[in-house]
Structures are given as C-alpha cells and as structure tokens.
C-alpha cells in the first residue's frame, strides 16, 4: 500500500488508519474482488508474486507498490489484440 512498517504495524494493532491509506486498501479490495471472478482465488497469491510477461517481467505486486495497478485494471477488463474477445 505504499505505507511505511510503523503505519502498518499501528493499524494491525487498532488505531487509526489515515485516509490514504483507507483509499488504496480500498482499492485493493476491489482488484481482489475482480480478480477472483476470473480465476481461483487460491491463485491470486502467486500470480500476485509471480514475475509477468504482460507487465513486462514485473510482478503484478510491484506495480501496486508503484501505483500502477491501473496497469492491472487494463489487464482484466481490455481483451488482449488478436484474442477477439
């Protein structure tokens, strides 16, 4: 989420999380909640560490961390050229 140790650890314990940070969990969710419509949610996990060719050998956890996941959005809703879908 692009938080630091400190903030993740303060919100694991139960205070408060900023509003940012509520905003990209948030989002988070969503992309997990899309994604698992798609395939086993068993899978997300490794597909989600695993380096991919479409995203240019980055895993798709990286471009989270950058702040790319409209990289992953495209992804699942854009139907790849040449597939006719």
Request: hydrophobic content about 35%.
């Amino acid at each position: 989420m692009g938080c630091s140790d400190r903030t993740l650890a303060n919100w694991e314990s139960g205070r408060h999380l900023p509003e940012i940070y509520k905003s990209r969990l948030n989002e988070l969710q969503k992309l997990y909640s899309e994604l698992a419509e798609s395939v086993d949610p068993d899978a997300i996990g490794s597909w989600i560490t695993s380096p991919n060719k479409d995203f240019d050998g980055l895993k798709p956890l990286e471009l989270i961390e950058r702040g790319e996941t409209f990289r992953i959005w495209r992804m699942i809703f854009l139907p790849k050229p040449g597939t006719g879908s």
